[in-house]
């Protein structure tokens, strides 16, 4: 783990912000989001890095961030890449042709959160409906139940009767 | 009624015909609506399009206190609850470093192995169904899985969505001489098991309607996240119980199913093969089930530390996941779930192109869709 952790550095010195160990077989790397396409090409390609489990979007209060969650069959680890984006207007480039699975996975993070995924071969709606409004996942799209049925319907409906 | 989604088509070719399947459709497993465009009989491309079932569940787990999610989980793919649960619990407990206890471990094992069995044994009648042994698959393999559903009622009064694995333990201990009927089912099971292979493995229409039809390649299967019987159907020696061990499947000796075809009928015998390994897991983990407690102690309120986790295990249909972030409240921040069905079922236009319309049917089957867990 170490290892790749130490040539991470080594090849990208200035960009690697934060690093974390959460056991043995999962690492967690924050990298510059400027160096992001180049950080995954380095994984897949040089430390066979071949299996991206998922892309997640998370919404803090200053800043949108986009986790990618890769997995190496070959060295049994783990390593989760999490790249900050700017609160406003979050966007970030596509990984699809690094990893064909991100396209599902990213056309959910688009939608739900409403980050960009540039250059994404079908940038469309994946669960939602078409004409969906706002950002479900974000944190100011609050949950509102609705009511089973109107009340003040119901109780003119009731006067009239 | 709710309106179909708009699916505009930017070009047709000359002499295709674009037909729609679903979102109600008896071949599709669920709500799953797919476009396809025909050339004669031959599909030249497929649009699976995904979302009737979606419930929010990662918004709703946001507003939801830890323990109230338990229940919440078993929706997601309601063929598997138990591995639903014990995704989310093992999560939440790596959060909060609770060591549970040694007989729940066992336990653990145990349901979880004989949810495997239930669940495959359910993909293959589904699949019978759809390559044509219809209704025979679907009886017979249901016959067994109502064993091991009459099992779980025992344990925990429900027949689909258990709610049984909780954080720190689980429910409540084995009912009596609960270890005698699973001892007696799975010997039922194991029998049953040959009998499936003599009839459908064996029978000259199930092969031709499964064999190399819908095959994936293993450098495509990589590349688009199989995982699961999917992954090891085109030839990757790969389950989380192995590579990244959890509970305590590295005490049992069973084999990793592996196909190298790639095709229908290898993820078909992945199904029934690893029901046989799993009755082997159940036996051996019965065997060693110590006696003592069941349940930690846990803080009342559940409060984890700011942090986040990434939790995995092998449900039935693959790799199942979950990503949570805590900020130190009862609720969790975020909760992601990674679900294999998801995964699965977007690679299912890249083997199912340039193959017939029927076998589109018969792919979709051996891929085994939850779409509890697809929408989320």
Known sequence: MSEILSSLTEKFPDSITNTKVQRKTRIWVTVKIDVLIDVCEYLKNKQDFNHLSSVVGVDYKDRFEVVYHLWSYS????LSLKVPLEKENPKVKTVTKIWRSANWHERE???????????HPYPKHLLLADDFEGYPLRKDFKLVEKPWFDKNDASEKQKTD | MMPLRKFEYEEIGEGRLVINLGPQHPSTHGVLRLIAELDGERVKKVLPIIGYLHRGFEKIAENRNY???VPLTDRLDYLSAMSNNMVYCQAIEELMNIKISERTEYIRVIVLELQ?????LASVGFFGNDVGVTFTAMMYTFRERELIINLFETLSGARLTYN???IGGLREDLPKGFENNVLQSIDIIEKKVDEYEEFFSENEIFRRRTQGIGVLKLKDAINLGATGPVLRGSGLKSDVRVTDPYTIYDRFDWDIITEKKGDCFARYNIWINEIRQSISIVRQALNGLPKGEINVKIPRVIKPEPGEVYSKIESPRGELAMNVISDGTPKPYRLKIRSPAFCNLSLLPTISEEGLIADLIAT???????FGEVDR
């Open chain 2, 364 to 370: 979709l089957g051996s891929i085994d869709p939850v």
């Open chain 1, 109 to 119: 993070t688009a939608e739900l959160f409403g980050i960009t995924f540039e250059e």
């Open chain 2, 67 to 69: 323990p109230m999610i």
């Open chain 1, 75 to 78: 060295k049994k680890r783990q």
């Open chain 2, 116 to 120: 495997r069995i239930a669940s495959h």
């Open chain 2, 164 to 166: 049984y694995i909780r």
